[in-house]
Structure formats: C-alpha cells, structure tokens
C-alpha cells in the first residue's frame, strides 16, 4: 500500500517523538550490527529521508557504502508506539543540512560543532515502513489481555498496524 500524506506524517509524528532509534546495517561477512542513533530532523520532508550524524571514521559510515540496505527500529514504550522503517542509507556532504540539523546534544560527539571533520551527515531514504501505535491505556490493555488469555482467542483491537510503501 503506497503511503498518503496522513500515513507519512503520523509515521514522522511516532518518529520524532522516539528519542532513539536501532540502525541496523549489514556487515562485510554478512552479520547484522546494530547501533542507537538519534534522529536529528523532526518532521517529514518530501524525500521521506530520516537523518543522523555518524563519525565519518566509524562502521556505519564504512558498511553501507558497499551495502546500504539499513532498518531503523523506533520503540516508545511510554507511548506504545513501535516503527519499522527499511531504506537505502548514504553519507552527504550537505554542510548546510548539517548546519540546519545541528543540535547542543550533537555537540558532545562532534565538539568542533556543524564543521567538524569528522561529522557525516547519514541520510537513510525511507522505502517502506510499519508502524503500530496502541492508543489504549495500559489497564484496558492488560483486560484485552486477560480475556484473550481465559478465551484463548487473540486479543482484538490492540491498536493502530499499518504497512506503508514509500517509495
């Protein structure tokens, strides 16, 4: 199912609101590795691309120039929402994109701030994406639970689960 405009933006609105996400690449002997990064831009924008200031010198920046096939898992227990995002990453030399993104919290990786040499600009263009977002509260939740588990049937209405294609 190809992604509307309310599908992205409720997709970014369970984005930013998630502090960290799981960036999981592939390795040159084929393992997965993964790494928490914060996703510096808040909102959608019309290349559905999330950005991350990586070290130019680290892993990441290394594996997905010969596989940049990544995941970007997003968990937010406080809110029940939970987003699977698969996409192809690259490194940019944007300096005013990392300008525009620069943060106080990037400052304790990279000291030099938006200049430092060793600041790469991770872009991970989004293909397809899933989200579940529960907007029940946690006791309705535990009693959709409960009588599932005297029923033995699953629990119904667990929240909002959606599959978008972005790309």
Known sequence: MSATTSDHDKLFDL???????MLTHRHDDGQLHSHPLTTQNKKAD???TLYFFVPKNGDIVRHVA??????VAYANTDADSYVSVSGQASV??????????FNPMAKAW????P?????ALLAVRILEAEYWDVDDSKMVQLFKM???AVT???PQNLGEHKKLNIA
């Open 15 to 21: 984005i930013k609101d998630t502090r960290f996400g």
């Open 110 to 113: 990279f000291p030099a701030g």
């Open 152 to 154: 033995g049937e699953p």
């Open 92 to 101: 940019l030399e944007d300096q005013a994109k990392k300008e525009e993104l």
């Open 146 to 148: 409960a009588k599932a």
């Open 115 to 119: 200049t430092d040499p060793n600041l």
């Open 66 to 71: 010969t596989d940049p096939s990544v995941n």
């Open 46 to 48: 019309e290349a559905a």
